[in-house]
């Protein structure tokens, strides 16, 4: 994990720096192999357990992060998420944000829609995740790449 902020992609957006007021820590994560999403479920769960989220916020956090991390590879060709510890006050998140360089999503009200798949797969990847962290935000621009940003705060 790297404590870097400068995107290792090309596709500038503005969620990099979305929650920058809140945001007490940052590190990035390379995201290209199957391995990658691995170390990132660990990182993850150890940022959510250290900010004591419940085992059931934990878990739907990390699921969220392991089906964004499996499209930015899938999808995306690669890319890397930035993990964020939050503070707003005494509320207390996990921020992830993840960017591509790939070639962006060319209809995103229907790649939100649940059973739609470009790969071949259920289709319950980006509607689920949303429906599993508190914050969601997709920057999406064709040719360019795609930025997801999720925000699950403790209860």
């Known amino acids: 994990m790297n404590t870097a902020t400068e995107s290792p992609v090309g596709f500038g957006t503005n ?43 934990q878990t739907k956090l990390i699921t969220a992060a392991s089906e964004l ?7 995306g060709g690669g890319g890397a998420v930035y993990l964020d510890k939050l503070a707003d006050g005494v509320r207390q ?3 992830l944000v993840f960017v591509d360089s790939g070639p962006g999503i060319p209809d995103l009200a229907l790649a939100l829609r649940d059973g739609y798949t470009s790969g071949g797969g259920l289709g319950l990847g980006l509607g689920g995740a949303k429906r599993l962290v508190d914050e969601f935000e997709i920057d ?8 997801i940003a999720v925000v699950k705060w403790k209860r």
Do not use: C, F
């Open 15 to 57: 969620l990099l720096e979305r929650n920058a007021r809140q945001r007490i820590e940052r590190a990035s994560v390379p995201l290209r192999t199957d391995e990658d999403v691995v170390g990132l479920r660990r990182h993850v769960r150890e940022r959510a357990v250290a900010i004591g989220l419940s085992l059931v916020d």
């Open 93 to 95: 998140g996990v921020g």
């Open 69 to 75: 991390a499996r499209n930015t590879i899938k999808y």
């Open 140 to 147: 999406t621009r064709s040719g360019e790449g795609t930025a």
